[in-house]
Nanobody, 124 residues
Framework: QVQLVESGGGLVQAGGSLRLSCAAS????????MGWFRQAPGKEREFVAA????????YYADFVKGRFTISRDNVKNTVYLQMNSLKPEDTAVYYC?????????????????WGQGTQVTVSS
């Protein structure tokens, strides 16, 4: 079992930045690829970014490329999502997820564990 706890969400103005953290406990975090997804009201959950177990490979949705950066610290069992140049359309609940195995995935159903989510609100 892996427990995931997100933090770092909040209210920010358009153009601002936030850094989300996802702290993992339970089984060794380094055994899992990690991902970030988001869900806005009335919309389906969508892929944001993912990172391989080693941190050597990263994956991004087109709408965040150049603005968001995913990283991980396997010593601290923590994954980060640095979000810059935020837009009102980035407003959503952001979820951290863990996938057994080395490689990340773009598909939510391929992840095994989920956090409770953290709210990000970007005002215009």
């Amino acid at each position: 079992q892996v427990q995931l706890v997100e933090s770092g969400g909040g209210l920010v103005q358009a153009g601002g930045s936030l850094r989300l953290s996802c702290a993992a406990s339970g089984r060794t975090c380094s055994s899992y690829a990690m991902g970030w997804f988001r869900q806005a009201p009335g919309k389906e959950r969508e892929f944001v970014a993912a990172i391989s177990w080693s941190g050597g490979s990263t994956y991004y949705a087109d709408f965040v490329k150049g603005r968001f950066t995913i990283s991980r610290d396997n010593v601290k069992n923590t994954v980060y999502l640095q979000m810059n140049s935020l837009k009102p359309e980035d407003t959503a609940v952001y979820y951290c997820a863990a996938r057994a195995g080395a490689w990340g995935s773009y598909y939510y159903y391929e992840y095994d564990y989920w956090g409770q989510g953290t709210q990000v609100t970007v005002s215009s």
